[in-house]
């Protein structure tokens, strides 16, 4: 069903003819098609369960995704390629990571590669039985957070991604203040991450980081380091909405005239190996989404990764990559220009 489904969004996002592909507008701008240069990050989406729901998530994650979740033998072989490659960073998403049985014992053990770590985190799960010593664990480990919180306006921020969360969210990004988090100490970084809430782009990171700087502290007196501006793809539970609300083509049409040449080199693709649940690879976490896996003559599982044979490889594109590629460009580390 799954793979099925991936498909049917794979054509949708491919069938309005009327749009240039990806790769026409990469050859009419001049820029060759997208290949790797190297691999700084393996990004691991250990799983699809969650304890929200949020309207934007492109990852469909939930509560009842409780059968998608990486096994300690695939975590394993994530950390041996890590061990043979030399990557540096390796960044945690899901779902919700924490969720994870394996979790802890994935940070850990990175840690001890001298991996730099970051654990995507929605905020509301640290405050669920089960996880409230998780904000303790990250600080004792020095892992940098990187926090959903797609507006510093409760009512906004509520709307994407559920009534409460917003206070949740407060709630937590306070405690990880006292722990040290946002206070400017490199081993504690706390980056926030905005979406768009509509069939919008986001505005500009840095004037935003300022607004959202301004209003956390004069509200809530809650300090962090940095903000990232995403924008929404056009895949999976966004993908339904734009269509539910007939403005899947006109948000098309946004991202590809706000194609931005000079965001291209940028995308993270290019430094990225992202890695599902299962082991399975693929170019970058929207990729695995869509079940793109990496192209023809590559490894397509972790046990079989080996770095020299994907550092240059060519990497899987598509009209989504639109969305990584408007104005100033976006992907898992925000803004790519200004």
């Known amino acids: 069903m799954e793979l099925a489904n991936a498909k049917a969004q794979v054509e949708i996002l491919e069938r309005p003819s009327k749009l240039p592909t990806f790769e026409a507008q990469l050859a009419a701008s001049g820029l060759p098609a997208l290949r790797a240069d190297g691999i ?3 990004q691991v989406n250990v799983g699809k369960l969650c304890n929200m729901t949020c309207q934007h998530c492109h990852v469909d994650a939930g509560p009842d995704r409780k059968d998608e979740n990486m096994d300690r033998a695939t975590v394993d072989q994530c950390l041996a390629a890590i061990k043979s490659s030399g990557i540096k960073t390796l960044d945690l998403t899901g779902g919700a ?4 049985a394996n ?6 053990e990175a840690k001890k590669l001298g991996c730099h770590v970051i654990d995507r985190c929605n905020l509301t799960i640290l405050l669920a039985n089960g996880f409230t010593d998780i904000p303790e664990f990250l600080a004792e480990n020095q892992v940098e957070i990187v926090a959903s919180l797609p507006c510093y306006l409760e009512e906004n921020a509520d709307a994407q991604r559920g009534d409460g969360s917003f206070q949740k969210s407060i709630k937590i990004l306070k405690r990880l203040n006292d722990l040290g988090y946002g206070k400017s100490d490199p081993d504690l970084m ?5 979406n768009p809430v509509g069939a919008s782009l986001p505005p500009d990171q840095s004037k935003l980081e300022r607004d959202y700087r301004s209003q956390l502290l004069e509200r809530y007196g809650i300090h962090f380091d940095r903000l990232f501006t995403i924008t929404n793809m056009p895949i999976s539970r966004y993908l339904d909405h734009l269509l539910e609300q007939n403005e899947f083509e006109t948000y098309m049409q946004k991202l590809i005239e706000a194609f931005n ?4 080199s940028g995308v993270m693709c290019r430094k990225m190996l992202s890695v599902g649940w299962d082991g399975r690879l693929f170019d970058c976490d929207f990729n695995q989404m869509l079940a793109l896996p990496t192209a023809v003559g590559q490894p397509r599982h972790i ?3 080996v770095a020299a044979t994907m550092n240059q490889r060519s990497i899987i594109t598509g009209r989504h990559c639109f969305g990584c590629t408007a104005a100033a460009g976006s992907g898992c580390l925000g803004a790519i220009e200004g």
């Open 40 to 42: 700084d990050i393996l």
């Open 261 to 264: 040449p000079a965001a291209v």
């Open 303 to 305: 046990k079989d990764f």
């Open 97 to 100: 990571p924490e969720m994870n």
């Open 103 to 108: 979790f802890r014992y994935f940070v850990t």
């Open 190 to 194: 706390l980056t926030l991450v905005y």
